[in-house]
């Protein structure tokens, strides 16, 4: 039987949507917890067998809110590098350029946002830009070297 480990909306010393405070919260929560995924992958790589990603719907008082979350098959989980790879997902990551991604929102005084990207493929673009080799032959951030 799988169970579930929640990990949270956005890298935890970055600010992010706020149930009940942030103007379309929704939109922007959704697009927060898509571009976590995306840096994760990004930082640890995709999943190995018996673990995926997952969005997680929470209901409160005032709406529903989404964190990324990954389901853990115990059936299909594999050796020690599944358990690693939980291990990293786990701490999270602390912000969003270390994955190398633009956060995707910008918050702002008056409980005002700007949306820094159109949407979670924009920011992945961006971050391949971002993680490509410079120009002698490093890459940032240094994990992404094999």
């Known amino acids: 039987m799988p169970y579930y480990i929640e990990i949270g909306a956005a890298p935890w010393n970055e600010d992010c949507a706020q149930l009940g405070q942030t103007p379309d919260f929704a939109t922007i929560n959704r697009l927060e917890v898509d571009a976590y995924r995306g840096a994760m992958i990004a930082a640890y790589g995709p999943p190995p067998k018996g673990i995926t990603f997952a969005i997680r719907s929470n209901p409160h008082d005032f709406g529903t809110y989404r964190e990324l979350a990954v389901k853990v098959d115990k059936n299909d989980f594999e050796d020690a590098t599944a358990a690693e790879y939980l291990d990293k997902l786990e701490n999270g990551l602390t912000s969003w350029i270390s994955a190398g991604f633009t956060a995707p ?19 992945i673009r961006s971050a391949m830009m971002v993680t490509r080799p410079l120009s002698d032959g490093r890459f940032f951030p240094a994990s992404n070297s094999t």
């Open 105 to 123: 929102v910008s918050y702002l005084p008056g409980a005002q946002t700007r949306r820094n990207a159109a949407n979670v493929n924009d920011l």
